[in-house]
């Protein structure tokens, strides 16, 4: 049934099924080969959800989607805030000591360098983190290992020979959670609120400074604000900001009204409550 589905991109046990199943964990979680096709599963009614990371704190923004998602006529109802806690796999029965290679994506693999290093293992870069514990499954080689999460090590029946395998503690991945229903909660004072805009600004000196001060002068917080092209080699200058506030609120009200005197197709993709840890 639809309303049981989320979809995430990647492999069985990659980090975004992880958030599927820590944030949804009564929906069943389907894997997508690319983010487009997660969230058409959403766009054509395939699905209810889809789990689309937006930013990680050590590696930063995912670009693609910042492309994608103005594309698409779907709405952010929720963020999440997945820690990335990396495992070095194995195929059971292998230690440490039998290992030659590991796999894994290219930013998890620069994650453990200095572990990695440690064991004097050779690095062998792949297209995802799931895939690679899948893959070193498949092999049933013990001098092959992976980088990859718990989960994984529990779809594919590999063993953990290390745990929190990552050079620095604290790796957290942002994901929104986009549905084709808009849903935006009724405001409550005592809650906080986050509200995604996109927007483009107009051909206008200083047009972005402008369009900003709208919040600094009604006394709200910016949280995030990214640069982003939609088309190659054409000058206009598209934002996406996050704003602590909720639509209801009349400060973002009149934030919002001075906005749209030096920007134009502002879209609002969301107000949601800010995320708890």
């Known amino acids: 049934m639809e309303n049981e589905i989320i979809a ?21 979680a389907v894997a997508c080969e690319s983010f487009l096709d997660a969230m058409m599963m959403v766009e054509e009614g395939k699905a209810k959800l889809a789990m689309i990371p937006l930013e990680n704190s050590t590696a930063g923004r995912v670009e693609e989607i910042y492309r994608l ?52 293992l050779k690095a062998v870069a792949k297209l995802d983190t799931a895939g690679s514990a899948r893959e070193i499954k498949e092999k049933g080689d013990k001098s092959y290992a992976a980088i990859a999460s718990s989960l994984a090590a529990e779809i594919y029946d590999l063993d ?15 994901f929104f959670i986009l549905s084709k229903e808009k849903i935006i909660p009724k405001y409550d004072p005592d809650k906080t609120y986050v509200t995604s805009v996109i927007f483009e600004v107009r051909d206008i000196p200083a047009a972005l400074y402008k369009a900003l001060g709208g919040f600094a002068t009604n ?9 982003y ?20 609120q009349k400060s973002m009200q009149l934030a919002l009204e001075e ?6 197709k502002i879209k609002i993709l969301g107000v949601y409550e800010k995320f708890k840890s």
């Open 8 to 28: 995430y991109q990647g492999y069985e046990g990659a980090y975004s099924h992880l958030a599927c199943k820590n944030a949804y964990p009564d929906m069943k």
């Open 69 to 120: 998602i103005p594309k698409m006529s779907l709405y952010v109802i929720k963020e999440h805030f997945e820690p990335v806690r990396h495992c070095l796999l194995g195929i059971k029965g292998a230690k440490t000591s039998d290992l030659k290679y590991v796999l894994s994506h290219p930013q998890a693999l620069a994650q453990c360098q200095n572990h990695i290093n440690e064991l004097g």
């Open 160 to 174: 953990i020979l290390r745990d929190n395998f990552e050079d620095v503690i604290g790796n957290v991945t942002r």
């Open 219 to 227: 006394g709200i917080n910016l949280k995030k604000l990214e640069s």
């Open 229 to 248: 092209s939609l088309r190659r080699g054409l000058p206009v200058s598209h934002f996406h900001i996050d704003i602590y506030g909720h639509t209801e």
């Open 259 to 264: 906005l749209s005197f030096f920007a134009q």
